[in-house]
Structure formats: structure tokens, C-alpha cells
């Protein structure tokens, strides 16, 4: 599904004196079975921008299209059924989404809700749990028992299991160990080869650099940047600094050498591509 937010702005409590602004004149588009890493500084509008892809929030101005859904500020709530079945959501704090007795049970509840039978509801929850990898001695425990990498992995395959053509994760390796957050960036790419739209939230620019297609960079509700990731942290290390972000870790490495007098031809944006970079280009006698 394509997503295109139109001169979108937002805010909390509009029309009333309380009214805080949050989202300005946001214009942008995501294409079909595209990866989007969407980063900023905390406060920057990330949060409040990907929960207007299902219709949580709705614009205070302009439109969103999502394929050939358009939510505006006059959008019923009675008509954004369809399109939450198609737009899985996984927020940052996971035990906020959790709520039924086990874990089958709550994976269970969006297939549910969307017409499913039971015994659809369980195979898509099952399916749902084995993709992420919750392994099945825990489907009947109480998902607050769960640790919290645990619970990260159940609130995910909640967001699967009704089969969404777009996911959304906001900080989506919260609470992993770096094997689980090797896993998840698998699990992004097995969701972009199945054909999925997935837009994620995060501050760790080596997940950026892995499996984003494309990059928006959010400041102050601002769209300041959107262009692939290469492009991005080609950028000059000011742009960097000005916007409070870090480049990947072997950008970083690079600058901190690049300041102790080994220049390398380009900026390196993978551990391997600044061994490769070292290898080649700094003497080594």
C-alpha cells in the first residue's frame, strides 16, 4: 500500500486554548513494499506521524491517502475498520498493547475483530507467533509474565496477524539483545519480500542503513529530509551535528579517524565496507 500525507498538520487539542501544535505542513510519500526508517531527536513528531497511517490520530488540516483510503479531519471512526485491518501497529512500549489472558489469546484478537473465526483467528495468531519467534511453550502463559524482549516479540505478532499490508513499528529493537534484534531486522526483510509496506521508527542509524529503503528525518513536526540512506549519510557531518542524529557506527569510526589523520576516499557506512576502506587505502607498514 502507498502512503502520502498532503500538507498534514496536527495538533493536540486544536480549536481550544489549550491547543499544541505538533505536526507542520508534513508532505511526503512512501511507496509500495518500501522500508522507511523514520528518524529525529525525541519530540520531533515521529510518534504522533505514523499513528495517523492507521487513523489513531487524524489530521487538523490535509489528507493522507493510503492506497485508495483518504483520512482527513472529517473521517468517521465507523469507516477506519478496513483500514486498521490493513495497517498493523507495533508501539514502543509493548506491555501498553498486551491485555488478554494469554499470550494465543491476545494475539488472537485483531483476526477476531476483523470477522475472523475462531479457528482462522488461531491458525493466523499461531503463524503470527512462530514468524516472530515466540516459541509455543509460552502461547498459554500470561503475556506479563513475558520478559520484555518477550513481550516486543507478542506485541509484533499482534500487529501481523491479521495479515496488514502495512507494518508500523516505533523503536522496534527496545528491549532486544542483539540476537533478537539481528532477528527482527530479518523479519523486516522477509515482510518487505512478502510484498508488505513497513514503516519504522528508530535511533539506531545501523538498522537505518540495513534495511531501509528510504529515510524521512523528522525536526520540531518538520519533514526535513526523505531520500534513500546512502544519499543521507553522505551528508555533510555540520548537517549531522545541526540535527542531533549520529551516522552509523563505521561513519563514526571514520570521522574519529579522519581527525587523527587517516583520510579515507569516502565515508563508510557498514563495518565491513570500513575494514574493506582500511584495507585497501591506509598503509599498513
Known amino acids: 500500500m502507498a502512503i502520502t500525507f498532503e500538507k498534514v498538520n496536527f ?11 505538533i505536526l507542520h505542513d508534513v508532505t511526503l510519500q512512501i511507496a509500495t513494499g518500501q522500508v522507511t526508517a523514520i528518524v529525529g531527536q525525541t519530540g520531533s513528531g515521529k510518534s504522533t506521524l505514523i499513528q495517523h497511517i492507521n487513523g489513531l490520530l487524524k489530521p487538523t488540516s490535509g489528507r493522507i491517502i493510503i492506497d485508495d483510503f483518504q483520512l482527513t479531519a472529517s473521517t468517521k471512526e465507523k469507516i477506519l475498520v478496513q483500514l486498521r485491518k490493513n495497517v498493523g501497529i507495533v508501539f514502543q512500549f509493548p506491555e501498553n498493547q498486551l491485555f488478554a489472558n494469554t499470550v494465543l489469546e491476545d494475539v488472537m484478537y485483531a483476526p477476531l475483530n476483523f470477522g475472523a473465526t475462531k479457528a482462522e483467528a488461531k491458525l493466523a495468531a499461531e503463524q503470527a507467533l512462530k514468524r516472530v519467534g515466540v516459541s509455543s511453550e509460552l502461547w498459554y502463559r500470561s503475556p506479563f509474565e513475558l520478559s520484555g524482549g518477550q513481550m516486543r516479540r507478542v506485541a509484533m505478532a499482534g500487529a501481523l496477524s491479521s495479515n496488514p499490508n502495512v507494518v508500523i513499528m516505533d523503536e522496534p529493537a527496545a528491549g532486544l539483545d542483539p540476537k533478537g534484534q539481528a532477528e527482527l531486522l530479518n523479519l523486516v526483510q522477509e515482510l518487505k519480500a512478502l510484498g508488505k509496506t513497513v514503516v519504522f521508527i528508530s535511533h539506531q542509524m545501523d538498522h537505518v542503513i540495513a534495511v531501509a529503503d528510504q529515510v524521512i528525518v523528522m525536526q520540531n513536526g518538520h519533514v526535513v529530509a526523505q531520500e534513500s540512506p546512502k544519499k543521507l549519510f553522505n551528508r555533510d557531518l555540520s548537517w549531522f551535528e545541526t540535527m542531533k542524529l549520529d551516522l552509523p557506527k563505521a561513519g563514526q569510526l571514520a570521522e574519529k579517524l579522519r581527525k587523527n589523520g587517516v583520510f579515507l576516499s569516502r565515508r563508510p557506512l557498514t563495518l ?11 598503509d599498513h607498514e
Do not use: F, P, Q
Not at 12 to 21: C, E, I, K, V
Open 11 to 21: 495538533s493536540y487539542g486544536a480549536g481550544t486554548t489549550l491547543a499544541r501544535s
Open 272 to 282: 565491513i565496507e570500513l575494514a574493506d576502506l582500511i584495507n585497501k587505502e591506509v
